[in-house]
């Protein structure tokens, strides 16, 4: 395949307007849906973006890597995701893997051949995905440096950040560094990216003394890949350009990891390397701010973290065992079991500060049915004094003391509730604070995979997405009038 571009290829590109004249802002085209991570990620991201790809036309991730994980249950079986968009399971729509993503080339090729097994649902994957020529790539000796780096880390400072040690890291660092190679560098001329390749190894041998490599065997390998990889690679920004200006579509974009992992709004260090916050849907695909729409950020009804960092909210204690142990929390893709505590209100509300959620889905409230009292962290005091900010220093994080509104357990099995009035009153009150106090309405589910619900709360009308036991048939939609 070419990766020349001729005129024919841009036939559905707008022509500017005439000299003068001013493009209406209504005339800017097809709007993307994101959908992002309110929290410390974990938050049910895949189902969110389970139920909306039933009808997007096109799926797009946008950051980070195979560092991500989404697990997503069709007819009984658990297809999980971690590189591939988890609408790639929708065999109607063309999922995108945008250039701010790096891209692992055997985890991608083992993850959609390791899904394909599975079921029907992913048969053909490979004609259905698209990745951007601006892609980085994540080679294997980024996430043998991805781990020198940790040990480093605690041989130095006694501790480390918890990375996945899946490369991200380092791969984001070779990109900015202006050293990293892209897959249209790969697609390329071979020569110069062997020649690349092993000038980008020696740099981190030359780091890290320990590091070995088999240039020559990594080099066949990755030539093998490009062939394989060569019919699904498209110039990203004209891809993205056509789908926004070309005829209606419903485009959906699915963060990976969350606000507070944000390599800049997160509890840094012990963030990702990318930007999962909205901006990264625009540097990340290409998207103009002008065709973001509805931002849903997704939140559990407790919190939970993976790894070390400061956690205000955190129950070490029979609370914190007894959400882990309901929720399920661990990890997709480390397996390592998830920290659990209190919703914290501050970081949604930070999160929103930044997102301009339009909506919150609020997921796994019925983890809570069996408390006799449920906590909200509602401020931080530093010294005995609220602040009116989610602090940037970790040092400063871990010292604030969290104020809580407490709200009385509706101790009611929830998980079969289809309808608003289902909920009990008390539940009704919990949803109904936190969508007052982060100043966003909410759309929540119980945790149930086979019969999820889904509210969407937008000013005076709430939609329930009832009834949806799998990706194959859409949900049936109902109106309802708020309480």
Known sequence: MSLTWSAKDHKNLNQPPATGQKRS?????????VVLGAQWGDEGKGKVVDLLATEADLVCRCQGGNNAGHTVVVDGKEYDFHLLPSGIINTKSTSLIGNGVVIHLPGLFEEGDKNEKKGTCLKGWEKRLIVSDRAHLVF???????????????????????????????????KASRTGLRVC??????????????????????????????????????????????????????????????????????????????????????????????????????????????????????????GIGAFPTEQLNAVGELLQTRGHEVGVT?????????????????????????????????????????????????????????PANMDVLQKVEVEYETFPGWKTDTSAARKWNDLPAKAQNYIRFIENHIGVPSMFDTKSQTSMLYLFVFLRRVVVYTS????????????????
Not at 348 to 359: C, D, L, Q
Not at 360 to 374: H, M, N, R, S, W
């Open 25 to 33: 802002r209504n005339d800017a085209g097809n709007k993307a849906t």
């Open 468 to 483: 949806w036991n799998h990706i194959s048939k859409a949900p049936v939609i109902s109106d309802i009038a708020t309480s």
């Open 334 to 390: 480390t397996g390592r079991k998830r920290r659990c505590g209190w919703l914290d209100l501050v970081i949604v509300r930070y999160a929103h500060m930044i997102n301009g959620f339009t909506a919150i889905a609020l997921t796994k409230l019925d983890i809570l049915d069996v408390l006799d009292e449920i906590k909200v962290g509602v401020a931080y005091k530093l010294n005995g004094k609220r602040i009116p900010h989610f």
């Open 140 to 174: 294997d000796f980024h996430q043998v440096v991805d781990g020198l780096q940790e040990t480093e880390r605690q041989a130095q400072e006694g501790k480390t950040i918890g990375t996945t040690k899946k490369g991200i890291g380092p791969a984001y660092s070779s």
């Open 185 to 306: 560098d790969l697609l390329a001329d071979f020569k110069d990216f062997s020649t690349r390749f092993k000038n980008l190894v020696h740099q981190y041998q030359s780091m890290y003394q320990s590091l070995t490599v088999d240039v020559d065997d990594q080099l066949k390998k990755l030539k093998e890949y490009a062939e394989r990889l060569r019919p699904m690679v498209r110039d990203g920004v004209y891809y993205m350009y056509e789908a926004l200006h070309g005829p209606p579509k419903k485009i959906l974009v699915e963060g990976a990891n969350a606000a507070l992992l944000d390599i800049d709004f997160g509890t840094y260090p012990f963030v990702t390397s990318s930007n999962c916050t909205v901006g990264g849907a625009c540097t990340g695909l290409g998207i103009p701010p002008l065709n973001i729409g509805d931002v849903f950020g997704v939140s559990k009804a407790y919190t939970t973290r993976v």
